[in-house]
């Protein structure tokens, strides 16, 4: 058990390792397999093991730099949808208790109290004052 243990000990040292890239490309791998099960096409199966097989090898290359760089791409790329998906499930949870608006100077994203009407806001950002007109 011990050589076995150490054999592999040997082959995983100085590998990548996971990083963000690998856990995006893991959901990516779930979706297609979901969207294969629901549709029933073969190329989402291919497309699956395709990108499984492109996270296993990121993860145990030993060109630590090249997928470094590979990764700082993709958070990148990854920011700004993740910031979205943020917004779209914060703006969901507070539905009842707070509407969000954009300052009109400097496109902040303002959180505000529901209460109905016109209001001055003070936007925290850029400290410009504008009206806003809440609905409930």
């Not at 890239?21 to 093991?49: A, E, H, N, P, R």
């Not at 902040?108 to 850029?126: D, F, N």
Request: glycine share 4%; net charge positive; with cysteine.
């Amino acid at each position: 058990m011990n050589s076995l243990r150490n054999k592999l000990r040997s082959f995983l040292w100085g590998r990548y390792g996971i990083d963000q890239l690998y856990y995006g490309l893991l959901g990516l791998y779930v979706v297609l397999l979901l969207l294969k099960m629901l549709l029933d096409l073969q190329v989402f199966s291919v497309l699956g093991s395709v990108v499984l097989l492109l996270a296993l090898l990121r993860a145990l290359s030993k060109n630590h730099a090249a997928r470094r760089k590979e990764n700082e791409v993709f958070l990148k790329l990854w920011a700004p949808i993740k910031t979205e998906m943020i917004l779209i499930r914060d703006r969901f949870r507070d539905r009842k208790d707070a509407r969000y608006r954009h300052c009109r100077h400097c496109r902040a994203i303002l959180r505000l109290p529901v209460k109905k009407g016109s209001h001055t806001v003070v936007c925290p950002k850029c400290h410009k004052r504008f009206s806003v007109h809440i609905v409930i």
